[in-house]
């Protein structure tokens, strides 16, 4: 017997949740590829050591860009590897999957998403809103007649929305989110320090000293990285307040993307938000905070999710349970 999976397709990582067993794979989506013969070497956790420090014959590719696929087989090849990985299949079956994506892709982007799971293994293949997906992995109930607000930050795209009755009232998604967060680190380092780090570096400084609330007391980093001007290595030392700065324009986007998804939902809705908040989701939620940013400049309550980062791949396979033991389960073409 086949077992059903919820897949967050995301662009930093792709998280898949199987039936009866939770989140049990969350490796970065990265693929390594020898370019003179075309063949996959390595994928994951392994292709994301190699990325940087590769030969030249040896690419690592990032198959998703802002929450899509810019590069279909890629894509395929590493999602394939992901599923049979895991074993889910059945002698005769193949599991349905659930997969997720960003509320403002394509008809084309959107096809190509649905096709990539169906090529990689999947038998009934569904695909539905991340922001909608990751509200019900953090535990709220969409499906009454009230008002939940969720901004789902990961490695390519924020996804802001307000739900009620199951669905989306009123969303924004931004190309804008951990990625972007990490070019702001290596631009900042070099334009301030003269030293040029590469994207290892900047998601380590993100994860040790990133802040989005200026301190009294700044924590402090050494990084290395090459002189800009003399090409030699050389190390220096960073503080949490100069993280702040930054990563200050890019939080502010997502904010003001914020501001103008609650400007146009009804003032029934808008009073349930005042009273329950906002719940903040994905791998971005964990930058140091972030809760107490968002609540001061919108002025309601903000809480980050329990597991931001599984709530994604967790919500897909909830829903799809849920779908189907409903029997509403609708292919989505």
Same mark, same amino acid.
């Given at each position: 017997?086949?077992?059903?999976?919820?897949?967050?397709?995301?662009?930093?990582?792709?998280?898949?949740?199987?039936?009866?067993?939770?989140?049990?794979?969350?490796?970065?989506?990265?693929?390594?590829? *020898?370019t003179?013969? *075309?063949?996959?070497?390595?994928?994951?956790?392994?292709?994301?050591?190699?990325?940087?420090?590769?030969?030249?014959?040896?690419?690592?590719?990032?198959?998703?860009?802002?929450?899509?696929?810019?590069?279909?087989?890629v894509?395929?090849?590493?999602?394939?590897?992901?599923i049979?990985k895991?074993?889910?299949?059945?002698?005769?079956?193949?599991?349905?999957?659930?997969?997720c994506?960003?509320?403002?892709?394509?008809?084309?982007? +959107?096809?190509?998403?649905?096709?990539?799971?169906?090529?990689?293994?999947?038998?009934?293949?569904?695909?539905?809103?991340?922001?909608?997906?990751a509200?019900?992995?953090?535990?709220?109930?969409?499906?009454?007649?009230?008002?939940?607000?969720?901004?789902?930050?990961?490695?390519?795209?924020?996804?802001?929305?307000?739900?009620?009755?199951?669905?989306?009232?009123?969303?924004?998604?931004?190309?804008?989110?951990?990625? +972007?967060?990490?070019?702001?680190?290596?631009?900042?380092?070099?334009?301030?320090?003269?030293?040029?780090?590469?994207?290892?570096?900047?998601?380590?400084?993100?994860?040790?000293?990133?802040?989005?609330?200026?301190? %009294?007391?700044?924590?402090?980093?050494?990084?290395?990285? +090459?002189?800009?001007?003399?090409?030699?290595?050389?190390?220096i030392?960073?503080?949490?307040?100069?993280?702040?700065?930054?990563?200050? *324009?890019?939080?502010?986007?997502?904010?003001?993307?914020?501001?103008?998804?609650?400007?146009?939902?009804?003032?029934?809705?808008?009073?349930?938000?005042?009273?329950?908040?906002?719940?903040?989701?994905?791998?971005?939620?964990?930058?140091?905070?972030?809760?107490?940013?968002?609540?001061?400049?919108?002025?309601?309550?903000?809480?980050?999710?329990? %597991?931001?980062? *599984?709530?994604?791949?967790?919500?897909?396979?909830?829903?799809?349970? +849920?779908?189907?033991?409903?029997?509403?389960?609708?292919?989505?073409?």
């Amino acid at each position: 017997m086949a077992r059903d999976i919820g897949i967050d397709l995301g662009t930093a990582n792709v998280l898949i949740y199987v039936q009866g067993k939770g989140v049990v794979l969350n490796e970065p989506s990265v693929v390594a590829v *020898d370019t003179k013969t *075309d063949k996959v070497l390595a994928v994951g956790s392994e292709a994301y050591r190699m990325v940087g420090r590769t030969p030249s014959n040896i690419r690592a590719i990032r198959p998703l860009k802002d929450g899509v696929i810019s590069d279909f087989d890629v894509t395929q090849e590493m999602l394939t590897y992901f599923i049979n990985k895991l074993n889910v299949k059945g002698f005769m079956s193949k599991p349905s999957i659930m997969i997720c994506a960003p509320t403002n892709i394509t008809e084309i982007e +959107r096809k190509a998403i649905m096709q990539a799971a169906e090529q990689s293994g999947g038998g009934k293949v569904y695909l539905e809103y991340e922001p909608k997906v990751a509200a019900i992995g953090a535990g709220l109930d969409i499906f009454k007649p009230s008002g939940n607000m969720v901004i789902d930050m990961g490695g390519g795209t924020s996804d802001i929305a307000i739900l009620s009755l199951g669905d989306i009232v009123s969303s924004q998604s931004l190309r804008v989110a951990g990625d +972007r967060m990490n070019t702001d680190i290596v631009n900042y380092i070099k334009g301030k320090h003269n030293l040029v780090i590469g994207e290892h570096s900047a998601e380590n400084i993100k994860m040790e000293v990133g802040t989005a609330l200026k301190v %009294d007391d700044p924590k402090k980093m050494e990084v290395r990285g +090459r002189d800009a001007v003399s090409g030699m290595p050389r190390a220096i030392e960073i503080d949490e307040n100069e993280i702040e700065k930054a990563l200050h *324009d890019t939080l502010q986007q997502i904010i003001t993307a914020t501001m103008n998804v609650l400007e146009t939902v009804p003032p029934e809705l808008a009073s349930d938000i005042i009273d329950r908040g906002v719940m903040l989701t994905g791998g971005t939620s964990l930058l140091n905070g972030i809760d107490q940013l968002f609540s001061e400049q919108l002025k309601v309550p903000v809480v980050v999710s329990e %597991d931001p980062l *599984d709530n994604v791949a967790k919500g897909a396979g909830e829903l799809l349970e +849920r779908m189907q033991t409903s029997g509403k389960g609708k292919k989505r073409k």
